[in-house]
Structure formats: structure tokens, C-alpha cells
């Protein structure tokens, strides 16, 4: 077997390169890394998560500061991430912003993760030995 090539139990072994071409191009694995990386903060995980359990399914900036020992401005930096990844989207209305969860991200997310996803595609066997084996 060539060096780059995978036996992927009895399956022709086949180069790397044509199996990452099907599985997530580079423009595809960049936005599923500033999803992963909005969320890379716990203050953003729980964010998201009071948002999306709130009444109605949107939550106002002063109901969100109640539940953090947080300057305003810091969480205000962990909202802002949130929105500009995607996953919240904001609304004005008078001197408060209202949030809402987008539901469209966290598919992409569910679709990454997800037991066949992306990172375990289906057709390949659970484990599977390489040339570093």
C-alpha cells in the first residue's frame, strides 16, 4: 500500500485525497470551524442554551445579564460572537436587543457530529488502519 492510502478492512485502498474530496470542502470545513469555535466557550454554550429555552424562544439582553456574574461588556463580547457566528440573530427593539436562536447552524452542527456525519461517514467500517498502523 502507498504511502497516504488507507485499508479500510478489505476495501480497495484508496488515497486520502479522493476520500476528503466527497467528505467536506475547504469552504464548508471554514464554517463549521467558527461554529465549533463560537462555541468553544462555556458563558456561550449556556448562552445559546437559555436563549433557546427561553419563553417564546427569544430572550432580551437584560434577562440574559441576570443570570451571569459578568461585566456587561464581557457579555456582551460572548452574545456578539454568537450572532456574528450565526447561531443568534438580534432584534431592537427600544434600548434592548432580543436574541433568537437560528436553527439553520446548529443543523449544520447536528449534521457534522452526528453518529454517520461527516467525521464517521457510513461507508467506512468503525475502525480502519492506516499506513501509520
Given at each position: 500500500?502507498?504511502?497516504?492510502?488507507?485499508?479500510v478492512n478489505g476495501?480497495?485502498?484508496?488515497?486520502?485525497?479522493?476520500?476528503?474530496?466527497?467528505?467536506?470542502?475547504?469552504?464548508?470545513?471554514?464554517?463549521?470551524?467558527?461554529?465549533?469555535?463560537?462555541?468553544?466557550?462555556?458563558?456561550?454554550?449556556?448562552?445559546?442554551?437559555?436563549?433557546?429555552?427561553?419563553?417564546?424562544?427569544?430572550?432580551?439582553?437584560?434577562?440574559?445579564?441576570?443570570?451571569?456574574?459578568?461585566?456587561?461588556?464581557?457579555?456582551?463580547?460572548?452574545?456578539?460572537?454568537?450572532?456574528?457566528?450565526?447561531?443568534?440573530?438580534?432584534?431592537?427593539?427600544?434600548?434592548?436587543?432580543?436574541?433568537?436562536?437560528?436553527?439553520?447552524?446548529?443543523?449544520?452542527?447536528?449534521?457534522?457530529?452526528?453518529?454517520?456525519?461527516?467525521?464517521?461517514?457510513?461507508?467506512?467500517?468503525?475502525?480502519?488502519?492506516?499506513?501509520?498502523d
Amino acid at each position: 500500500m502507498a504511502v497516504g492510502e488507507i485499508d479500510v478492512n478489505g476495501i480497495a485502498a484508496l488515497p486520502l485525497s479522493a476520500i476528503g474530496a466527497d467528505v467536506l470542502d475547504p469552504g464548508d470545513a471554514a464554517s463549521a470551524a467558527a461554529l465549533f469555535k463560537a462555541l468553544g466557550d462555556p458563558v456561550r454554550v449556556r448562552l445559546l442554551a437559555l436563549v433557546a429555552h427561553s419563553p417564546n424562544g427569544e430572550a432580551c439582553f437584560c434577562d440574559l445579564a441576570d443570570e451571569f456574574d459578568l461585566p456587561q461588556s464581557t457579555l456582551s463580547h460572548h452574545v456578539k460572537m454568537l450572532v456574528n457566528a450565526g447561531l443568534l440573530s438580534r432584534e431592537r427593539r427600544g434600548t434592548w436587543s432580543w436574541y433568537r436562536v437560528q436553527d439553520d447552524p446548529l443543523e449544520t452542527l447536528t449534521a457534522l457530529v452526528r453518529t454517520h456525519g461527516m467525521f464517521r461517514p457510513h461507508h467506512l467500517a468503525p475502525t480502519r488502519r492506516g499506513v501509520c498502523d
